[in-house]
């Protein structure tokens, strides 16, 4: 054997493999993941540059719910004309001819109300105090519904269940004056006043779904 021939590489042989190509070695220095190249970002993560130069990772999330606060303007101004008319009627006679305000009647109420509840339904005295008292009710309740809040629901319902009571003192009324409405003063209209008022206002405030809006997900820096 010659020196040239021992001088022969042994991957030269009929038997060698080849030599992998310059392409495949490059692509196989970097990391992999079971052979597949990693993901240089998340889908819902984004680069960007910070103020010393280097490069931080920002996360940004998809919308969320967010309910509007907001005031029941309508509702609320019921609600204070009801209070408005209850004012009236305390000032005002409640009978056509005669010259009895319901503030008077009022203080006789409370002046009976020792006695029991019996004597404040048999004289009828406990109309004119419960539709001052509920007129009162309904004047704070509609300063809540001018505030603004998610819903107004809990007023509403609070304020129909006044607004029913209300009514059913002006009802009475009507019963003990023999159903003859002509025989009313303006005392007791505006007590009417304040029980169609105050069930207005109520149900605005009860049928008012609330208002739902979407708000941008927060951008945290992650890294």
């Known amino acids: 054997m010659t020196e040239r021939q021992q001088q022969r590489s042994p991957s030269s042989g009929a038997g060698a493999a080849p030599a992998p ?54 509702g609320g101004l019921l609600l204070l004309l009801a209070g408005v008319a209850d004012a009236a009627s305390v000032w005002l006679p409640w009978d056509r001819d005669g010259d009895v305000s319901g503030l008077s009647l009022v203080v006789r109420a409370v002046d009976a109300a020792p ?26 309740l509609g300063l809540l519904l001018l505030r603004p809040a998610r819903g107004h629901r809990v007023s509403g319902v609070l ?18 004056v023999g159903w003859d409405a002509r025989s009313f003063g303006p005392g007791a209209w505006c007590a009417v006043a304040v029980a169609g008022l105050g069930a207005l206002g109520a149900l605005k405030a009860v049928l008012t779904a609330p208002r739902v809006t979407t708000v941008p997900a927060e951008r945290l820096l992650v890294g």
């Open 159 to 176: 304020a129909l269940g006044v607004a029913l009571a209300v009514a059913a003192a002006v009802v009475g009324r009507l019963v003990d």
């Open 21 to 74: 190509p310059p392409g495949d070695a490059d692509a196989e220095s970097g990391p992999t993941v079971l052979g597949f190249a990693p993901d240089t970002a998340e889908d819902d993560e984004t680069v960007e540059p910070v103020a010393d130069g280097t490069a931080a990772r920002v996360a940004v999330g998809s919308d969320r719910l967010a309910y509007v606060r907001r005031p029941d303007l309508v």
């Open 115 to 140: 006695e029991g509840i019996a004597e404040l339904g048999r004289t009828g005295l406990w109309q004119p105090a419960a539709v001052a008292a509920g007129g009162v009710v309904l004047l704070v």
